[in-house]
Structures are given as structure tokens and as C-alpha cells.
């Protein structure tokens, strides 16, 4: 048991807090699935069942003990519902969290800062490979038959022929216009507040929490949410 989460122990992790996951999580793994990084959450104050986050090259998975440590809930998030991550580092550790597509907010404190900037890193590393995913290309088979010169002009008159023909069946591609919506109307920012263009990604992922409150609790209207998201949204 211990060599399977001997590697998860480089960053200062509580070992028994990782061999209890780790236990649990053999499991909840789903096919071609592999753990990259468990960070474990450390408090001031000694934590004997503390939280932790665990990424796999498919998914986020939040791990919270309960029951004096007999059990745990475990809540899971795959990449392709994760639309931005972050990290806050603080005096006492740090913080790391992350924006779903449907507006949902999740985070967890107290993470040492290593831990904290490694799940970042990795987190950041499967979004990329999300957007932009590795083609392999297709190898070339040579034939082994040697080719005579009037064999090989043979070839390649009937490749160019094959070629043109395919190209006068095929419509041309219409072109396409892209059109951009401009931005709604905001309402003048008031004397002294700072522009969102000077606030780093972390502020303004704290600023769309607080238009979220303002809008669970019946201050703002949808529409105007939907505007100052918009806008937040275009400078992250």
C-alpha cells in the first residue's frame, strides 16, 4: 500500500490523510483514468480529518471526511465542465479554486503553497491539452515492390487525375463572417473604484461572486448579472 501513494508525498502531505484517499480511490477510478497530484489541506490549528483535492487526467475530485474519519464524501468535476482555475495565496497557506460553465464556484483553503501552485500547474496542463489535444499522425507505409520509371509516370498522371476530379465534386467552402455583439451598456463605475482592466484574474473572479450574491439575493435583475459577467468574463 505504501508504494502507491509513496509519490504523492513530496510536498510536505500528511500520510495518513493521502493512504485513506488513495485506499478509497481504487475504487471510484474509472478506466484509463490516473491519479496526477493529491493535495492535502493543512490549517493552522491541528486538523485531524482534513480536507482534500484530488486531480486525475479526467476529472477534480473534492475529498471531505465525515464521521470522525470512518467515511467521506467525494464530489467530482471533469474537465470539460471547468471553465477557469485559480489560486489565492495567503499568509497561512493558499487558496485554490475553480469556476464551473454553469457559474458554479468551488474552493478550498488552506493548502500549502507548493501543493497549491502544483495542482494549479497541473490543472492549467489538462485544460491546454482540452483545447488544444495531441493528433498523432498517421505513419506512412512504403511499399516494398521496386517502381520502373514509365510505371512511376503512370502513377502520378493517375493520382493528378484522381485529384481533379475529387476537387470539381467537391462545393466551395462559403465564407464565413464572423460578428461580434457589442457589450451592454454598464453603468458608470463610481469615483475611486478601480477599472477591470487594471484587476488581476483572482479579483475578478471575487468580483463575479459578489454579482452572483447580488443576484441570489434579489438586488440585480438577471439581465444586468448577465451583463457584468459578460464583461468580467471578456477580461479573464
Sequence with gaps: MKEQFKKFLNEEQDPKAIEKITSKLNDLLMKGEEVGYIAVQKKPAITVFPDSIVLTNKRIIICKPKNLGLSMDF?????????????????????????????????????PKIQARKIYTYAKEQLDLLKNPVQTATPIQETAEPVFEEEAEEIEEVETEEVTSF???LPAAPAVTETYEPLPTQPTQPAGERKLSDLSKEELFDKLQNYKKLLDNGLIIQGEYDAYKKEILSYM
Excluded: C
Aim: hydrophobic letters at 40%; glycine letters at 4%; aromatic letters at 16%.
Design 167 to 169: 476537387a470539381e465534386i
Design 75 to 111: 464530489t467530482d468535476y471533469t474537465w470539460d465542465d471547468i471553465a477557469s482555475t485559480f489560486v489565492k495565496e495567503n499568509i497561512l497557506g493558499s487558496e485554490f479554486s475553480f469556476g464551473t460553465k454553469t457559474d458554479l464556484a468551488v474552493s478550498i483553503d488552506y493548502i
